[in-house]
């Protein structure tokens, strides 16, 4: 069983930038794939970003969704067991519940129904 907490969410304007967690507990949560997605009011929610498990040398996979590629940047920190999203040029349509979540296996993914574990998620606003 893992356990995911995010944190970092908040109210900032457009062009500003904001830093998320998501620390994670439990059953070796570092050797899971894991990922970020956002879910807006009446919308479905969304890939953002993934990152697989630090399996090599070279390090870990990472993808992003188009609409955030060059503005989020996805790491994690073995170590802290923590999940980050730094998230740059925010624009009003970033704003959504902000989830992270955890895969079973060491790939990240870009659909939700990879993903096992998942945070109560937190919510980002980008005002105008």
């Known amino acids: 069983q893992v356990q995911l907490a995010e944190s970092g969410g908040g109210l900032v304007q457009a062009g500003g930038s904001l830093r998320l967690s998501c620390a994670a507990s439990g059953r070796a949560s570092s050797g899971y794939g894991m990922g970020w997605f956002r879910q807006a009011p009446g919308k479905e929610r969304e890939f953002v970003a993934t990152?697989?498990?630090?399996?090599?040398?070279?390090?870990?996979?990472?993808s992003y969704a188009d609409s955030v590629k060059g503005r989020f940047t996805i790491s994690r920190d073995s170590a802290k067991s923590t999940l980050y999203l730094q998230m740059n040029s925010l624009k009003p349509e970033d704003t959504a519940v902000y989830y992270c979540?955890?895969?079973?296996?060491?790939?990240?993914?870009?659909?939700?129904?990879?993903?096992?574990?998942w945070g109560q998620g937190t919510q980002v606003t980008v005002s105008s």
């Open positions: 979540a955890a895969a079973s296996w060491q790939s990240g993914s870009p659909l939700v129904n990879d993903y096992r574990y």
């Open positions: 990152i697989s498990a630090t399996i090599s040398r070279s390090g870990s996979e990472i």
